[in-house]
């Protein structure tokens, strides 16, 4: 167990919907990270927040988006779903924004029908 | 563009037997590399990582050699067991930073009893 938890586990929603995950971090990470695992794009960095403010960008669409509340947890937003964002979407959180070790959750499963 | 590579998807090896995973990466301002290991149904869990500074680094069962000449990275590990069978991912970034991790395509490790 990483310490790191993320609700709900699988997700199914159809095209055209908006979906929010959630994430925990560790106790003490400040630095959380969402990142989309999809069988032909593999493991993909979506965007990184430290102490509540967007800290790195990575391919994250428009219609998605993130935000880190003063609690830490983090929520990643997904609207006008597609059948291609079917995915695993995995946080991940570490204490500082670099320089040390990241623990990923167990993920939540998107499936867009 | 920056990529990893990994050179085999796929690797069988008997149980006991030592394992050797390769990576290959193309962006040689990457300084800071980590294995990570996904069993199925669970996120990427941290292994061993290395920098740049480094060509060899050995944890418990495992060690990660690095050659930049040749911009090559790989995973050995040792008096394999079943529960080393999952997908083994190396990452990169630079300034040994946890932003923008870039993920390799994975390989999949299959201990043989």
């Known amino acids: 167990d990483s310490g790191v938890t993320q609700t709900p586990k699988h997700l199914i929603t159809a095209t055209g919907q908006r979906v929010t995950l959630r994430c925990s971090p560790r106790?003490?990470?400040?630095?959380v990270y969402w990142y989309q695992q999809s069988l032909d794009q593999g493991l993909q960095f979506l965007i990184q927040?430290?102490?509540?403010?967007?800290?790195a960008k990575g391919n994250i669409l428009e219609r998605f988006s993130a935000q880190q509340f003063p609690d830490l947890h983090s929520e990643l937003n997904l609207s006008s779903l597609e059948l291609g964002d079917s995915a695993l979407y995995f946080c991940?959180?570490?204490?500082?924004?670099?320089?040390?070790?990241?623990?990923f959750g167990e993920g939540s499963w998107l499936t867009v029908v | 563009g920056e990529s990893v590579g990994l050179h085999l998807p796929t690797l069988s090896v008997q149980e006991g037997d030592n394992s050797i995973i390769n990576c290959a990466y193309s962006n040689s301002a990457s300084d800071y590399f980590i294995w990570y290991k996904q069993e199925s149904g669970k996120g990427p869990q941290f292994i061993i990582d290395i920098r740049s500074n480094m060509d060899k680094r050995q944890g418990q069962r495992v060690t990660v050699l690095l050659n930049k000449t040749v911009k090559h990275l790989s995973l050995q590990i040792a008096a394999t067991q079943p529960g080393d069978s999952a997908v083994y991912f190396c990452a990169e970034n630079k300034n040994f930073g946890n932003e923008k991790l870039t993920f390799g395509t994975g390989t999949r490790l299959t201990i043989i009893p």
């Open positions: 927040y430290y102490n509540g403010e967007e800290r």
């Open positions: 991940a959180s570490s204490a500082r924004p670099s320089g040390n070790t990241i623990y």
């Open positions: 106790s003490g990470d400040l630095s």
